[in-house]
């Protein structure tokens, strides 16, 4: 027969289990997002140093990175623009927007804005 110390030991161990796992899954939720934006940045800087001077093809790969990385970019959300004397810096503006939803109690909109240039 269990005491009432121990039923409390195994309500309390029970709570912290389920407080632990709601605030993995917020952390989780929260930084998808955030991984993938900051991993297509990185991609596009990696694109900007190998592509110069072709823009289509700079659009291109990076319409495809987004794609494999599940960022929901529209191609008329990114432009891929040639500035500075002679054309020779590239400038990369994209923007988009996720949402997060916790099991349809809460809803929060993320919007993402990258700039890069090379």
Not at 82 to 92: E, L, M, S, T
């Amino acid at each position: 027969m269990k005491t009432g110390s121990e039923n409390q030991g195994f309500i309390k161990g029970f709570f912290l289990l389920a407080l632990f796992v709601g605030v993995s899954f917020l952390l989780i939720s929260f930084g998808k997002p955030y991984y993938r934006y900051n991993t297509l940045r990185s991609h596009t800087k990696d694109i900007l140093m190998m592509e110069l001077g072709n823009v289509d093809t700079i659009k291109e790969n990076v319409m495809a990175e987004a794609a494999e990385l599940h960022v929901p970019l529209e191609e008329e959300n990114l432009s891929v623009t040639q500035q500075g004397p002679n054309g020779k810096v590239i400038k990369v503006k994209a923007t988009w927007s996720e949402t997060v939803n916790f099991w349809d109690y809460y809803q929060k909109r993320l919007d993402f804005d990258m700039e890069e240039e090379y």
